[in-house]
């Protein structure tokens, strides 16, 4: 158990619809960060906070594609007008920037558009 | 872009047997690698790290070795076990940003 708490763990939606996951970070951590990963693949980088700000985003994350961290804690992913090629495992993780910045990951959040 | 390879997309071993899994990255400003294991349906579980100053750490039945001069990276698993059987992943990190993954190398314990 890493600690990093992700919700929730499957998501079935249909096409257009709107989808919406949370990530509870390691109490303290302040980095957050967001991967997306396809079957066979590896996770793919999409966006991480320090505290609640959004330092970087892939260019993965398109426009139909939000991130927040409103108190610096906990963070949710929200994809809008879903597409079947949304379908992925999205993954949280969480490090502390001070102590060497080794990031754990949650266990993902299964989404798949129908 | 700068990325992160695997040279084994699939490696078999006999249970008992030493298992090395190779992997190459090309940003030669990361100071900072990672190895994951990964199981079916779950995230990626931290098995063990190594900064850019050093070329050798080791951990419990793991041990990452890293040339920098080649820029390679190795997972070495002692005494390889059933439960060693997943998917390993080598990430890289440039100091302070992201990690990069690269696609993994499937590890299958023969009994």
């Known amino acids: 158990d890493t600690g990093v708490s992700q919700n929730p763990r499957h998501k079935i939606t249909k096409r257009g619809q709107n989808v919406t996951f949370r990530c509870d970070p390691i109490s303290e951590h302040n980095r957050l960060y967001w991967y997306r990963q396809t079957l066979g693949q590896g996770p793919e980088f999409l966006t991480y906070f320090q505290n609640e700000a959004q330092l970087e985003k892939s260019r993965l994350l398109s426009d139909r594609f939000s991130a927040e961290r409103p108190k610096g804690s906990f963070s949710t992913l929200e994809i809008q007008r879903t597409e079947q090629g949304d379908s992925a495992m999205y993954l949280c993780?969480?490090?502390?920037?001070?102590?060497?910045?080794?990031?754990?990951f949650g266990e993902g959040s299964w989404l798949t558009v129908v | 872009g700068e990325s992160v390879g695997l040279h084994l997309p699939t490696l078999s071993v006999q249970e008992g047997d030493n298992s090395i899994i190779n992997c190459a990255y090309s940003n030669s400003a990361s100071d900072y690698f990672i190895w994951y294991k990964q199981e079916s349906g779950k995230g990626p579980q931290f098995i063990i790290d190594i900064r850019s100053n050093m070329d050798k750490r080791q951990g419990q039945r793991v041990t990452v070795l890293l040339n920098k001069t080649v820029k390679h990276l190795s997972l070495q698993i002692a005494a390889t076990q059933p439960g060693d059987s997943a998917v390993y992943f080598c990430?890289?990190?440039?100091?302070?940003?992201?990690?990069?993954f690269g696609a993994g190398t499937i590890l299958r314990v023969k009994s």
């Open positions: 993780a969480s490090s502390l920037l001070s102590s060497g910045n080794t990031i754990y």
């Open positions: 990430a890289e990190m440039e100091y302070g940003n992201k990690l990069v």
